[in-house]
């Protein structure tokens, strides 16, 4: 158990909707991290927060958005739903949150067990 | 674009061998992590590599790094079953405004 955690487990929804996957970070961790993974696209980076503010963007498409809350969980957002976005998604939290190597730390990331969401 | 290539991406082998697999990069990056996958399951952190020629091992697995190869590699010595998994390799080039950038995974077999 990494301390991780994700909810929920499964979502099953239709093209068009909107959904939100919620992340809880360890306990200590300031830093959140969102992935995805999928059959066509393998794993991809889509953003980071470090406490409250976004630190860095991956791959996310412009229909997704995600926000960190004050007490450090963090909500990932994906509206208009296409068949494609079908994936599992992962949350991963760190310790440190700076992408700079002066920020020092090995910067580990622990992963949540991840949301799989199936659109129809 | 940075690119990560990992080779080989099916690997199944016997216990007790050694094998190294491969983690090639197109450009400059800061640091380069290696994960673990088992089937159905979430992603482990297993290496963090900050700097060129640097070296961790933690059991049966060892990783290292040559910045100015652009090469990582993940050697397995005296491989068990239990070691049979997906590993990938990521570089991370978010210092310099970029993301974070995975390879496509090296699914590993080992046969008892």
């Known amino acids: 158990d990494s301390g991780v955690t994700q909810t929920p487990k499964h979502l099953i929804t239709a093209t068009g909707q909107r959904v939100t996957l919620r992340c809880s970070p360890r306990s200590g961790d300031l830093s959140v991290y969102w992935y995805q993974q999928s059959l066509d696209q393998g794993l991809q980076f889509l953003i980071q927060y470090y406490n409250g503010e976004e630190r860095a963007k991956g791959n996310i498409l412009e229909r997704f958005s995600a926000q960190q809350f004050p007490d450090l969980h963090s909500e990932l957002n994906l509206s208009s739903l296409e068949l494609g976005d079908s994936a599992l998604y992962f949350c991963a939290s760190s310790v440190v949150g700076s992408t700079g190597l002066a920020g020092g730390g090995t910067d580990t990331q622990y992963f949540g067990p991840g949301t799989r969401l199936t659109v129809l | 674009e940075l690119k990560v290539e990992q080779n080989p991406l099916f690997l199944s082998m016997q216990e007790g061998k050694n094998y190294t697999i491969y983690c090639n990069y197109s450009t400059t990056s800061d640091r380069l992590y290696w994960y673990r996958q088992d089937p159905g399951k979430s992603l482990e952190s297993l290496f963090v590599l900050l700097s060129n020629g640097a070296v961790k091992q933690e059991g049966r697995l060892m990783a290292s790094l040559d910045t100015k190869a652009r090469l990582s590699t993940l050697h397995i010595t005296a491989a068990v079953h239990d070691l049979s998994a997906t590993y990938f390799c990521?570089?991370?080039?978010?210092?310099?405004?970029?993301?974070?950038?995975f390879g496509k995974g090296t699914r590993l077999h080992i046969l008892p």
């Open positions: 990521a570089v991370d080039r978010r210092s310099r405004g970029d993301k974070i950038i």
